[in-house]
């Protein structure tokens, strides 16, 4: 009943930028806290950067001052701004939402991913 589309991955240079994008779809009532992971060979998936309905931001350490989170509530949707990329960048990063959805019939919260989206930097 709900879908997370991502989009926006691909190669680029260490210093160089891209944006990650997250479409939330279905039969949503409203979506919670939006927020991005990412999962390189080898490693335990970990969390990126997040950020509640109220805007409200947190991020690891090591993207610090290099990636933005955003969202736009009125498209469902969740940003993330990448710059000064590095090779250690390099992952499968997966939008993840926590949406109430409406069935007709009640109400229920659950958790959702995206199906990931590959971004490589490397010259």
């Known amino acids: 009943q709900v879908q997370l589309v991502e989009s926006g991955g691909g190669l680029v240079q260490p210093g160089g930028s891209l944006r990650l994008s997250c479409a939330a779809s279905g039969s949503i009532s409203s979506i919670n806290a939006m927020g991005w992971y990412r999962q390189a060979p080898g490693n335990q998936r970990e969390l990126v950067a997040a950020i509640t309905s109220g805007g409200s931001t947190n991020y690891a350490d090591s993207v610090k001052g290099r990636f933005t989170i955003s969202r736009d509530n009125a498209k469902n949707t969740v940003y993330l701004q990448m710059n000064s990329l590095k090779p250690e960048d390099t992952a499968v990063y997966y939008c993840?939402?926590?949406?109430?959805?409406?069935?007709?019939?009640?109400?229920?919260?659950?958790?959702?991913w995206g199906q990931g989206t590959q971004v490589t930097v490397s010259s």
């Open positions: 993840n939402a926590e949406i109430t959805v409406f069935t007709g019939s009640y109400y229920y919260t659950d958790d959702y």
